[in-house]
Every structure is written in structure tokens, then in C-alpha cells.
């Protein structure tokens, strides 16, 4: 999640641009740059790693000027690195850009078929080509910027600077955040808020297919066809650290709000519907005929995704799966050979466990491959030699206990499934459409999920005070029952349990009783009426039961004393929806308890350690 920050005005805009992307810190990010235009000349200064790395850059070569554009990368196309940092100028356009644009490959070759050569690995340059091809022809700088856009698909947030037209700014918005801060005789553009809280309260959030042209006298707002936008400028009055979390009052809430965005970032730019192929950029699994099963070594939260994949990828590709904790993995002397591909899933790409069982794998001659949400991390480097990696985009995950990054893992996964079962012929082109279909239904589905808080704030309320809980379900939905004991005991330090609804005739039964409450996955689908008369069980035993049920299910409520209802999807995708009733409820009972959410006792977000 790229941090951008423009200013135009009558000051130094370097530091103004600089502390603006200090406030964006959080946002998380391995390179930052800032490009300053005065007297017909870019300056641009740019530096891998901290801001203080661009700092000292900046002592040594300032650069002076009132209009810049600045950014902190966090990358997805292009490693980390000097000259993929942004900006990008090319012609005296400069750019800087946060999102991913779908069409970059044939865009690329487009311009280098044209002559034009390039300086960096990163898809925002191709932004800077594309508006230097039209200004270098005479064009003035919005109608350039227009007629680049039309070429461009995908998630952006662009900010554009002209040598040549330095009287102005100019911000295009399509799902990736825009800002624009309001001043007097200056104006600003940011990524979110915090960057500019200390010039400005008076804001006006662009919408998706909007730009605007930012000068020292005001702001123009069209769509991007060039029809007139009212300004909708509203007066925010945040403290800093509010406007971190963008209102919310922890990270934690502010990523499980995330999901919709962070999946469809996820899945943006690997579909192709027409023949219903995954594009897996970052992986190299070359012949995967070749491989005829899969380990998945993980931990956590993540070793919970694994569990879910493994019904995806067998149910999807055929392929027989196995799922390790990452900390057992290489103790148990497994049986591997070049036929034999192992999976590492991990947010931060950190996790030691996880990092020893890959390079074991390595060692006893497996095709070793990762699902990781931070580019170029440990686990990400060691599997770049090998299989590859697929990286999830849900941007920097802060809270500790990891929300976003596990919705994004379930949609990689299945991706990485559809993808196996096309590129081993066990799943057709029909099919493969309908679950692609079904996957592209997942954001908006949650956001009806989400749009159900005030419910799940009741049940909080409800069993805040319990000192166990149990959760229960079946199939793909048993790890969604793990994972929702994993969330409640972690951040507000409840003990839970989670446990196939099969089981519980084996012995948890004997826990039952009207002060243990358990959340139980009731959703259509194969497992219904097993699950169901499994939650008779307890309820006969006084049970409290919250049930999370599909949409439509008039039934459910006979047996449950609270129901949340989830829209109705594949069943190998209902575990995408079904978590995140799971992580509101436990969010909300460990915010009544006065937990830390974001920071539990004893935790850390990347357990470096064995
Ligand atoms: C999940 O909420 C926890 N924070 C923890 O279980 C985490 O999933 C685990 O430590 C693995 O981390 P990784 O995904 O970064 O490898």
C-alpha cells in the first residue's frame, strides 16, 4: 500500500512532502522517493529502504522548488530497489502511482515496439510514457494525462507533474485511495489523511474514475472524461493517530474492514475469463504434471489457509495434498522427492518455522513455493530460486492478529487451485468460469457480512464475560472453527477451542452446558444437516449456540440463540465468508474486555524465533 503526498503552493515542498509520507509510514513500504520542479527542471531524490535513508540523501543533494510529488513504494511489480523506486519522470512527466495496472505487460511492449526504453521494472512508468508520448507531441498536460488513462487498466492512485506546465498537479483515482487537502494559495494531494492533518483539515475524497487538476488557486474535479465533479469537501477532525487507522479505533478493525479491497486486489490482474486461465505472476512452477502431491508447511493463522487450501486444491486440481505445522514439518522426517511440491504460506514471509521447513524441502530435492503478503521477505527470497511466489496484496497488516492477510491467503489458494486443475486438464474451461465467477462475488459479499457489526456487537455483549468458548464445524469450515478459536483466544484472552462438529460426540460433549457458548458453521452445502443435528447436541445440553448460517435459512433460528447470516456461495469459497463474522465477534468481545486488540500480551506479528 504505496504512500503518495503532492504539494503545489508558495513553500519548500520537499519537506512538506517528506514529513507528509512519514505520516504514512505505517502504511508500511521499502523504498521512498521525491521529485521537485523549479525553473523547467525535475529534481528527483530517491532511496531504498527508511526514510531516513531518502533524509540522507536529501542532506547531501537538496533539492529546492514549491511543486513535488513524493512516495513511499511498497512493491508488487519490480523488486525493491533504487530505480524502481517512483517517482518515475520520462520527458518531464513525472509519476508517482499506488495500485497495479492489469494491462501493464501488452501496454509495455506497446511502447518499446514504439521506441521508447525504460528505466525500471515497474508498471508506473509506463504511466510516464504514456502521457510524455502525448505531450512530447504538443498535447497540453490534462488532455495527455486523459488520453493516457483511457489506455490504462487496473487499481491506481496516479499523482503527475510537468516541468513544462508547472502551475499545476494532476490526481486520477481508480481503487486505490486519493486525498485532496485544501489550502490557502497551496493545495495538497495524499494517499490518506495523516499526511496532511498538520497543513489541513478541509478534505475531498476523490471516487473511483474521478481526477483533478490541483493548482495554487483551487481544485477542478471532473470524471475522467472531463464532466464537471461538485467537490464534496468535508472537515475531518482526526487526531494523527485517528487518521492512522483511518477512524477506526484499532488496525485490527481497520484491516477486517479492508477485506473487500485487499481481496480484490488480490485477485486484479490474475483472470482471464475468457479462458478461464489464473495468471500466477511471481510463481515458476514450470511442468506441473510433474508434481504429483503437495505439502503445505505454515503456522498459525496461516496453517489454518493451508487447511482450507488443501480442500481446494484436491477438490479443484486432484492433486493429493498434505497440510504441516511448519514447527513440526522437518522433525517428522518427511518423505520427498523431485515429484513432490512443497507450499509455505506466510504473511510476513518471516516466521522461522516456516523459513526451516522450506529450505528442508529445498535440501531433500522438492519444488519449494509461497503465498506471502511482504515482497522480497525470507521466505519469499528462498522460494524466488525455486518454485516462485505468489503474493497476496492486502497491503501491511499491523494488527497482530492477522485478519486480511488470511482472507487474501484463501483467495491465493484458490487461484493457485483453479490454476493446477487447468494446467493439469482436471478442470475444464465451464467450470473453471463458474468458480472464477463465484470468487469475483467474494468483496461485495463481505461487505454485506460487515454491514452486520451492530448484530455481532450484541452477541459480544451478549458472551463477553464467558470463560470458554467452542467452535465448531465441518469440512472446509473445521479450520474456519480453528481459526475462530485462534482469533477469540488471542486477542482476548478467552480460552477457545475449535473442533470438527463430527467430534463432538468423542468427548467435547462433556463440556457442554449453559455457560459455554459455541459458534457453530451451519451454511448450505454438503455438511448442513450433519452439522446441524450436531448442534442439536448441544443445544439439548443447554448449550448457548451462535450460528452462522446462509442467507435465507428461515430454519436455523429454531435452534440457535443467535444467528449471523453469510450470502450464499461454492462451498470451497464459503469459508472466505464464513471467517469474518467470526473475527468481528472476536474483536469486539476482546475491545469490551480492554485487551490490547492490536498488541496481545506475549505476542509478536512475525515470530522470528523457533
Ligand atoms: C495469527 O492471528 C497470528 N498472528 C499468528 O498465528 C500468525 O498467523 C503466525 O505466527 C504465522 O505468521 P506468518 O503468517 O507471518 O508466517
Redesign the pocket.
Known amino acids: 500500500m504505496c504512500g503518495i503526498v503532492g504539494y503545489i503552493g508558495d513553500e519548500e515542498a520537499t519537506g512538506i512532502i517528506v514529513e507528509g509520507l512519514r505520516r504514512l509510514e505505517y502504511r508500511g513500504y521499502d523504498s521512498a522517493g521525491v521529485a521537485v520542479v523549479r525553473d523547467g527542471k525535475t529534481t528527483i531524490r530517491r532511496a531504498v529502504g527508511k526514510l531516513k535513508n531518502l533524509d540522507k540523501v536529501l542532506l547531501e543533494q537538496p533539492v529546492h522548488g514549491t511543486l513535488g510529488i513524493g512516495h513511499t513504494r511498497w512493491a508488487t511489480h519490480g523488486r525493491p530497489s533504487e530505480q524502481n523506486a517512483h517517482p518515475h519522470e520520462v520527458d518531464g512527466i513525472t509519476v508517482v502511482h499506488n495500485g497495479i495496472i492489469e494491462n501493464y505487460l501488452q501496454l509495455r511492449q506497446n511502447l518499446v515496439e514504439q521506441g521508447r526504453t525504460f528505466k525500471s521494472e515497474t508498471d508506473t512508468e509506463i504511466m510516464a510514457h504514456l502521457v510524455a508520448v502525448e505531450t512530447n507531441k504538443g498535447t497540453d498536460l490534462i488532455t495527455a494525462v486523459k488520453k493516457a488513462l483511457a489506455q490504462v487498466r487496473g487499481a491506481y492512485a496516479f499523482l503527475i507533474q510537468s516541468e513544462k506546465e508547472p502551475d499545476k498537479l494532476i490526481t486520477a483515482k481508480n481503487a486505490s485511495p486519493i486525498v485532496i487537502g485544501y489550502g490557502e494559495g497551496r493545495n495538497y494531494v495524499a494517499s490518506d489523511i495523516p499526511a496532511l492533518l498538520e497543513h489541513t483539515r478541509k478534505f475531498c475524497f476523490l471516487k473511483d474514475g474521478q481526477m483533478a487538476v490541483i493548482t495554487r488557486e483551487g481544485v477542478k474535479i471532473t470524471t475522467e472524461d472531463g464532466e464537471p465533479v461538485e467537490a464534496a469537501i468535508r472537515v475531518v477532525d482526526w487526531s494523527p493517530v485517528m487518521a492512522e487507522k483511518g477512524g477506526h479505533k484499532h488496525f485490527m478493525h481497520k484491516e477486517i474492514f479492508e477485506q473487500p479491497s485487499a481481496i480484490a486486489d488480490t485477485i486484479r490482474g490474475r483472470v482471464r475469463m475468457e479462458d478461464a486461465q489464473v495468471h500466477l505472476d511471481g510463481m515458476s512452477l514450470g511442468d506441473v504434471t510433474k508434481l504429483n502431491r503437495l505439502i503445505i508447511a505454515?503456522?498459525?493463522?496461516?496453517?489454518?489457509a493451508g487447511l482450507v487450501g488443501k480442500f481446494m486444491i484436491e477438490g479443484i486440481a486432484r492433486i493429493p495434498v498434505e497440510v504441516d505445522l511448519?514447527g513440526e514439518f522437518r522433525y517428522r522426517s518427511p518423505v520427498i522427492d523431485e515429484a513432490t511440491g512443497v507450499l509455505?504460506?506466510?504473511?510476513?514471509?518471516?516466521?522461522a518455522?516456516?523459513l526451516a521447513a522450506i529450505k528442508e524441502a529445498k535440501t531433500l530435492g522438492a519444488t519449494v513455493f509461497a503465498v506471502c503478503?511482504?515482497i522480497e521477505s525470507s521466505?519469499a527470497r528462498e522460494c524466488m530460486e525455486s518454485g516462485g511466489v505468489m503474493y497476496t496484496h492486502a497491503g501491511p497488516e499491523i494488527g497482530?492478529?492477522?485478519?486480511k492477510?488470511?482472507t487474501t491467503?484463501l483467495v491465493a489458494l484458490y487461484l493457485l487451485a483453479v490454476y493446477l486443475g487447468r494446467a493439469r486438464g482436471t478442470l475444464e474451461k465451464a467450470r473453471a468460469q463458474e468458480l472464477l465467477t463465484h470468487l469475483r462475488e467474494v468483496p461485495q459479499q463481505i461487505e454485506r457480512v460487515l454491514s452486520q457489526e451492530a448484530a455481532l456487537i450484541t452477541i459480544a455483549r451478549r458472551y463477553h464475560k464467558a470463560r470458554d468458548f467452542l467452535y465448531l464445524g465441518r469440512g472446509p469450515n473445521y479450520p474456519i472453527a480453528l481459526e475462530g478459536a485462534?482469533?477469540l483466544k488471542?486477542i482476548s484472552y478467552i480460552h477457545a477451542e475449535g473442533y470438527s462438529a463430527g467430534e463432538m460426540k468423542h468427548g467435547p460433549i462433556a463440556l457442554i452446558d449453559e455457560h459455554l457458548p459455541t459458534v457453530g458453521i451451519a451454511t448450505q452445502g454438503p455438511f448442513y444437516e450433519k452439522t446441524v443435528s450436531n448442534l442439536e447436541e448441544v443445544k439439548a445440553r443447554d448449550g448457548k449456540l451462535i450460528i452462522i448460517a446462509t442467507e435465507g435459512d428461515s430454519k436455523i433460528a429454531a435452534t440457535a440463540d443467535d444467528v449471523v447470516l453469510v450470502p450464499a456461495n461454492d462451498p470451497l469459497i464459503d469459508p472466505i465468508l464464513t471467517v469474518v463474522p467470526m473475527q468481528l465477534i472476536a474483536y469486539h468481545i476482546a475491545d469490551l474486555n480492554g485487551t490490547d486488540v492490536d498488541q496481545p500480551r506475549n505476542?509478536?506479528?512475525?515470530?522470528t524465533v523457533e
Do not use: P
Not at 505454515?298 to 489454518?304: F, L, Q, V
Not at 497482530?400 to 485478519?403: F, L
Not at 505476542?603 to 515470530?607: D, G, I, N
Open positions: 505454515a503456522c498459525g493463522t496461516s496453517y489454518h511448519a509455505a504460506i506466510s504473511q510476513s514471509g518471516e516466521t518455522d516456516t503478503n511482504v521466505i497482530v492478529a492477522s485478519t492477510a488470511f491467503q485462534l482469533k488471542e505476542l509478536a506479528k512475525s515470530v
